[in-house]
């Protein structure tokens, strides 16, 4: 199973950004992803989850209205497209995968991480 994430970087306040994760290594139908992220100094928390199935989501209540999860079962990728991003979006961004039929939201719950990509939030 491996999971690599890309597309953080550097962006002003207010600004856009999309992150993906492309995923590889086992069948989809029951599985679980999920965006978390880690800020210097402070615990990884959850952003936002899909099932890959069904394509049911989830949001962190800071980030609700403001990011989209998607994936694309066609070439098993799975998207955040990031808006109106702020200085407290800044952090490391994680995705990970867990089988399961029931969006999760603690880290613990997920079996399998990416690398991590750093998003920057600055002016």
């Known amino acids: 199973v491996q999971l690599v994430e890309s597309g953080g970087g550097l962006v002003q306040p207010g600004g856009s950004l999309t992150l993906s994760c492309t995923v590889s290594?086992?069948?989809?139908?029951?599985?679980?992803m999920g965006w978390f992220r880690q800020a210097p100094g402070k615990e990884r928390e959850f952003v936002s989850g899909?099932?890959?199935?069904?394509?049911?989501?989830d949001y962190a209540d800071s980030v609700r209205g403001r990011f989209t999860i998607s994936r694309d079962r066609a070439t098993n990728t799975l998207y955040l497209q990031m808006n109106s991003l702020n200085a407290e979006d800044t952090a490391v961004y994680y995705c990970?995968?867990?089988?399961?039929?029931?969006?999760?939201?603690?880290?613990?719950?997920?079996?399998?991480w990416g690398q991590g990509t750093q998003v920057t939030v600055s002016s």
């Open positions: 290594g086992f069948t989809f139908g029951t599985y679980v």
């Open positions: 990970a995968g867990v089988r399961s039929s029931l969006l999760r939201r603690l880290s613990f719950d997920y079996d399998h």
């Open positions: 899909i099932t890959w199935s069904g394509g049911f989501t």
